[in-house]
């Protein structure tokens, strides 16, 4: 396998993982895409440089924080709201939680989207289909920021305990 | 289900951007005290991204919206009509039920299957379905065999995917790329809609009408050749797609880009039309153009309208400032507010001229708050007035000249009807600024003909202070391209210039463009204001093409650009 296909798999396998990262840290959605891409263009200038026996999404991140440090230092208005102490914590966190983004799959979400009642149903394709903010899902409702920022909670909840539940009866948990 | 803790709570609220700042600083101090809060919100991180990548996914199938229309319609629920589908490992079938019934369950349905039940709304025989020449195509996720028509695929392989169309037009996609392929049933139109990505489309001659259609703009085509390719408006440099070979670092790029702002086109062969905005721009050989998309500005009304009177850049902070004069009434006075601007401060223009699309003195600024931090602009829209300034005195078509050039004559527009009609005579002097609009290449100076607008000095009748002068708009006599010299070659036969062209107002960007000028020995070669034989590189050069060439230069004026 060459370089290039190789880390055309490392990255895709990480991508993900990655989005969340930068997604986690920077709260607005181009700026965390132009982070994003800017890693990309990083690690792939800097392939020859990574260590195969550590972990690619580690190293990525550890890219992707520099970006973003680098980034708030230019500007004070990048949407960045964390200190670098606390930004340092969550790298620690997903680093050390890595295997939890293997083992997720958006495969497990449908079954469990479905159990749900369609009002909820239509709650997180408002939020997330149509990529709403609570507020501006709130309106679309005629309801209150509030109110449909619990009642998504709520239903996560309830996708988040139907995964767990289904996940220990195949025995995956 | 156990009560949330406290950094639970307050992450699931950071996730849904509810959280004060606070419970920022809070939650800041409980990720920092200890693994299991820092923890916590990795997993609130990733389980938010399953959320946004699984509706995106259903999303990107294209799938949703036309569900819930279809839906609606009285043949909704027959199922019969589906057409030939590839490698559909995991369809379902729809539940039977009424229309809201489906509509949600439809949602559910899309995952797998995505683009399966909008082809099963369609008539089956009428539809053309197109061949995979090489590549790997997926759809909805399943690889695919061919692609049906009317339905969105996406190139999943790390090589190209060539795609043969129903009259043999070829469509080259690179990896990534994301497209519908459309003929509408009564007409012979072949359309590609290329929502991502970049292809290279060869179109056969008989071809009624190939159009690709970008979110940028559409690209039609008669018989050629030609690229397109959709972008986010700043790619980072070096772009991926610089990088030679096989393999796929250019899909990659396509793969990482969420908002594509920008449309390139190079034609290989022929001729191609874009249509940008209200505005259709055609493309010859070798021509290769960017688009690119104006920044959307807040819908709501500005919160300050007022002229600018200060502009102070501060290079340090990259940030502009500008301090803006504004009156609520005649009766009020005016009030002077400042704003910052930084780089991701949406801003757009009108009326204001793509060379001068920077804040300004003068501009009228309609100012957009950013609440979240006091003193910012979060958008601001700059504009001239389309009348600035006063009006003319004098317009009239220049129907005598004097020996030395400082006198012409006006006759008034045809609508004036006295009889015998006035004729003005208007007295040029050293003092008076003259400028021509749509005049020959040495015709920078009074002619019989020219169409002329003046302002007189104060207390004169006859005198101008200021004159425009107009030759043909619809003449030969306007150049073809304006643009900085870039590049000169050793031997001086070709010069690079890179234009830019004027976009309808209101349009941010300007279409940029590197052109190759020929010059023969015949060209007709001037320098305004500059020594004779001076080193163009630099200067900005008027270029009157000859007919019929895209190169070769009749006449080029090189003069000190503006700035």
Redesign the interface.
């Known amino acids: 396998m060459?370089d290039?296909?190789d880390?055309?798999m490392f990255?895709?396998k990480h991508?993900?993982?990655l989005?969340?990262?930068i997604?986690?840290l920077v709260?607005d959605?181009?700026s965390a895409?132009?982070v994003?891409?800017?890693v990309?263009?990083t690690a792939?200038e800097r392939f020859d440089d990574f260590d195969r026996a550590r972990s690619f999404g580690a190293w990525a991140r550890g890219i992707a924080v520099n970006k973003i440090m680098r980034r708030r230092e230019?500007?004070?208005?990048f949407p960045a709201?964390?200190?670098p102490?606390?930004i340092t914590?969550?790298l620690?966190?997903?680093n050390?939680?890595e295997e939890?983004?293997a083992s997720?799959s958006?495969g497990d979400?449908?079954p469990c989207?479905?159990r749900l009642p369609?009002k909820s149903?239509?709650l997180?394709?408002l939020?997330?289909?149509?990529?709403l903010?609570?507020p501006q899902v709130a309106e679309r409702l005629s309801s209150t920021?509030e109110a449909v920022?619990k009642a998504?909670?709520r239903v996560?909840?309830l996708v988040?305990?139907c995964i767990e539940s289904r996940r220990a009866a195949e025995g995956r948990a | 289900m156990s009560e949330p803790t406290r950094h639970e709570e307050l992450s699931d609220r950071y996730f849904a951007d509810l959280l004060g700042d606070e419970e920022t600083a809070e939650l800041e101090r409980l990720l920092t005290s200890g693994p299991e809060a820092a923890r916590a919100f990795a997993a609130a991180a990733r389980e938010e991204r399953q959320w946004q990548g699984h509706f995106r996914r259903l999303r990107d199938a294209a799938v949703v919206d036309e569900l819930v229309r279809t839906a609606t319609s009285p043949d909704s629920t027959s199922a019969d009509n589906s057409v030939a589908l590839p490698a559909a490992a995991h369809v379902r079938h729809r539940p039977s039920g009424g229309a809201r019934r489906f509509a949600a369950a439809a949602l559910l349905l899309v995952t797998c299957g995505a683009g399966l039940v909008w082809v099963a709304t369609r008539p089956a025989a009428s539809r053309p379905s197109y061949e995979i020449v090489s590549g790997t195509i997926s759809i909805g996720g399943v690889a695919a065999g061919a692609i049906p028509d009317g339905v969105e695929f996406e190139v999943t392989g790390l090589t190209p995917a060539v795609i043969r169309l129903a009259d043999g037009s070829r469509a080259e996609l690179a990896p990534v790329s994301r497209a519908v392929l459309r003929r509408d049933l009564d007409s012979p139109r072949q359309a590609i809609v290329l929502a991502r990505g970049s292809g290279r489309f060869q179109v056969e001659k008989q071809q009624r009408e190939f159009r690709v259609e970008t979110p940028v703009g559409n690209v039609t085509a008669l018989g050629t050749e030609f690229t397109v390719e959709v972008r986010p408006a700043e790619p980072p440099s070096p772009r991926p797609v610089e990088i030679d070979g096989p393999a796929g670092i250019d899909g990659l790029a396509g793969a990482l880009i969420a908002a594509p702002t920008q449309l390139l086109v190079a034609v290989l062969a022929g001729e191609v039309a874009v249509a940008y905005g209200d505005e259709t721009y055609s493309l010859g050989l070798g021509d290769d153009r960017v688009y690119a998309v104006p920044q959307t500005m807040p819908v709501d009304k500005p919160d300050v309208v007022g002229k600018v009177v200060a502009v102070v850049e501060d290079d340090q902070s990259a940030a502009i400032t500008i301090t803006v004069e504004s009156t609520k009434s005649a009766a009020t006075k005016a009030t002077r507010q400042t704003f910052r601007l930084f780089d991701d401060t949406r801003l757009a223009w009108v009326n204001v001229p793509v060379d001068r699309q920077r804040p300004s003195l003068g501009y009228t600024a309609a100012i957009w708050r950013d609440r979240a931090a006091k003193g910012s602009a979060l958008a601001v829209r700059f504009e001239v007035a389309k009348n600035a300034g006063p009006p003319p005195q004098i317009t009239g078509r220049v129907i005598q000249v004097s020996s030395d050039g400082r006198t012409i004559t006006l006759e008034p527009p045809h609508h004036v009807k006295t009889h015998p009609r006035p004729t003005r005579t208007v007295v040029l002097d050293p003092a008076t600024a003259v400028s021509y609009f749509f005049v020959p290449l040495e015709g920078e100076q009074p002619a019989v003909g020219y169409q002329a607008t003046v302002w007189l000095a104060p207390g004169s009748n006859d005198r101008a202070s200021r004159i425009h002068l107009s030759g043909d708009k619809r003449g030969d006599y306007r150049p073809n391209l304006v643009g900085r010299v870039t590049a000169l070659s050793p031997d001086t036969h070709l010069l690079e210039l890179a234009t830019k062209e004027k976009l309808p107002a209101g349009k941010l960007h300007a279409m940029q463009n590197r052109r190759r000028i020929l010059i023969e020995p015949d060209t007709k070669i001037i320098y305004e204001g500059l020594a004779k034989g001076r080193e163009p590189v630099g200067l900005e050069a008027t270029v009157w093409l000859r007919e019929g060439s895209l190169e070769k230069a009749g006449g080029i004026r090189f003069s000190v650009p503006a700035e």
């Open positions: 060459n290039r296909a880390f055309l990255f895709l991508q993900e993982d989005r969340a990262f997604g986690s709260r959605g181009n895409d132009d994003l891409q800017d990309a263009l792939w230019q500007n004070a208005r709201p964390f200190s102490e606390a914590a969550i620690d966190a997903f050390h939680t939890n983004a997720a958006t979400l449908e989207i479905e369609e149903r239509q997180l394709a939020r997330y289909g149509e990529a903010d609570v920021t920022y998504l909670v996560r909840r988040r305990d």
